[in-house]
């Protein structure tokens, strides 16, 4: 790690348009004083949960965060439980909401109104090395996994998607949440560094992003989802112009993307990533299945006696580097490198899945299921399917009823990962070694969703 | 649980097939069971789902910003009668 160095929180002229939010235009400086205000108002715990659904007032508080030297807690589900477990494994934590408070024994600070005008401290310098939030990643231990986001590896990124896919100049409309890496980086962080501006909305409805589109001016950039994406195109209105389409979580079908360009107009970008490390490549996916890395990242397989993490299956794992990372990350996808440097992906490693573009584990699935009273074995799968939303299913032995579990479930997973169906069966198709073969947990799954 | 008008139940039966909701059926969904938390537990990907069938059988567009909306997405009862009340107005 190299000398700590101070970096301004923000690199922008004090009156160009930062964000839009309640329906009119927030300057640089209206965002330092909204900043400034709210940093008078922090729990004193050194870790915030940062649970605000607005975009607009997530960034205040993030921002707010970072200035008073403490770090945002950005959890993927905001399920009461599931904030107590990520809550155990920090030193001291409180949350910030929008009335959906977190759980009881927990400091909340509900966000307080915005005034239209105050003073502010004006634009704060940060140690580059302070970890400014904490994302998560499902592991296949069963546990999340906290990844730690560095101020410079955030300003890093910017500087890289400036050049490759936010220009200067873009209006932002977001579909995701700022507590996603996407969101955050491309829907929020963005505008901390370069001259773009982002609208608070998170419009889930076609009828939703078409209004947030109509209320922002300029080169409307979208970022957005393959699922959303759909459901833009499926509903037949006409979009406000795009300059362009960002579309991450889950790779874009060749199709979708070409059906995509003709109905808005606009280049459709696919963008490759993964929590940890962000955005790392893009493919023009109406034209080509090849990912081009995007400037700065170098990829390469683990070489042979270095294994850092070893896959069950032998397969060796590519890992990404780039400046701006504290280390190399070993990607949770099979990439096929080339001699060109662009890559293909051929699936994903071990027992992740992507269902709508929210990553999770088999395995973790498999271990809250476990830790219900009267389960005695069980495991989360993934039924073969057409559809592009494919949900995990899950088998179980014990004599708890199914909608105990899916109840006991709901409390700590995300919605999209409970399994559809839990079933009850007799016993497991164990080997003699008590390994789960995928063929055989498949079939199992087949004969008893078939049984009336 | 309340018995379903006919749209009810045809409505429940297209939340059966778009969610691929496999352990149950149109019959067990009642007409006033919540849709989504702790009912049939359905989340923001299921609505969106539920938007674009919505939208195709009956070109209804729906918000979720807007407050009736929220309200119709209650349950089976409250969101059918929203369908037919946004249908006859178009």
Redesign the interface.
């Known amino acids: 790690m190299s000398r700590p160095r101070a970096i301004a929180l923000l690199e922008r002229t004090h009156d160009e348009v930062f964000a839009r939010y309640g329906g009119r235009d927030i300057s640089v400086d209206t965002f330092l004083a909204h900043v400034t205000a709210l940093s008078a108002r922090l729990p004193p715990e050194s870790h915030i949960f940062n649970l605000l659904r607005d975009r607009y007032e997530f960034t205040v508080a993030f921002a707010a965060i970072v200035a008073a030297g403490k770090c945002n807690v950005l959890p993927s589900s905001p399920r009461p439980a599931a904030l107590a477990r990520l809550a155990e494994q920090l030193p001291a934590a409180a949350a910030i909401h929008d009335g959906h408070k977190p759980f009881s024994g927990m400091t909340a600070l509900a966000f307080p109104r915005l005034a239209s005008a105050g003073r502010s401290d004006g634009i704060p310098e940060i140690d580059e090395h302070q970890v400014a939030a904490l994302t998560f990643t499902s592991g296949s231990s069963g546990t999340a996994m906290p990844v730690r986001k560095r101020l410079r590896t955030l300003r890093g990124a910017a500087a890289i998607y400036e050049d490759a896919l936010l220009p200067k100049g873009s209006s932002i409309i977001a579909t995701v949440p700022a507590q996603h890496m996407y969101g955050l980086e491309l829907g929020s962080l963005q505008a901390f560094w370069s001259p773009v501006r982002f609208s608070a ?1 998170k ?6 992003v078409h ?1 947030e589109l109509a209320g922002m001016s300029g080169d409307r950039v979208l970022v957005t989802t393959p ?2 994406l ?2 833009l195109l ?4 006409s979009f406000p112009d795009l300059s362009r389409v960002l579309c991450a979580t889950a790779p874009l079908d060749r199709a979708l993307a070409q059906r995509a360009e003709a109905v808005l107009k606009a280049p459709i970008l696919d963008v490759y990533g993964c929590s940890e490390a962000g955005c790392l490549a893009t493919r023009h996916a109406a034209r080509t299945d090849e990912w081009t890395p995007l400037p700065g990242f170098e990829f390469f397989d683990e070489p042979p006696g270095h294994v850092v993490r070893k896959e069950p299956t032998g397969i060796p794992r590519t890992l990404v580097n780039a400046s701006h990372l504290d280390e190399a990350v070993p990607l949770g996808d099979r990439l096929m490198l080339s001699q060109s440097g662009q890559f293909h992906l051929a699936g994903r490693l071990g027992d992740m899945i992507n ?2 573009g929210k990553r999770g584990s088999l395995g973790e699935i498999t271990h809250l299921i476990m830790e219900v009273p009267g389960v005695e074995d069980a495991a989360a799968l993934l039924p073969e ?1 057409a ?1 592009d ?1 494919q ?1 995990p ?1 899950a088998l179980y032995v014990g004599n708890a009823d ?1 909608e105990f579990i ?2 006991r479930l ?1 409390e700590v997973l995300d ?2 990962f ?1 399994p ?4 009850r069966v007799d016993a497991l198709p164990r080997t003699a070694t008590s390994k789960l073969p995928r063929e055989a947990l498949l079939d199992c799954f087949a004969r008893h ?1 078939k049984r009336p | 649980m309340t018995s379903k008008s006919t749209a009810e139940h045809q409505l429940a039966e297209l939340i059966v097939e778009v969610l691929n909701l496999e352990d149950t059926t149109a019959d067990e969904i009642g007409a006033e069971e919540p849709l989504f938390g702790d009912g049939l537990g359905l989340d923001s990907i299921d609505a969106l789902e539920l938007a674009m069938a919505i939208s195709k059988a009956h070109g209804v567009q729906l918000k979720a910003d807007d407050d009736s909306t929220r309200a119709a997405f209650e349950n089976i009862r409250t969101l059918s009668a929203y369908i037919q009340q946004e249908a006859s107005a178009a």
Do not use: M, Y
């Not at chain 1, 419009?203 to 939703?208: I, K, M, T, V, W």
């Not at chain 1, 499926?234 to 209105?237: K, R």
């Not at chain 1, 559809?420 to 079933?423: A, D, G, N, S, Y």
């Open positions: 909305g419009p889930l409805f076609p009828a939703d209004a699922l959303h759909r459901a499926e509903s037949g209105l269902v709508a399917s559809s939303t949900r299913a199914a899916r109840r709901r919605p999209v409970i559809r169906p839990i079933l969703l």
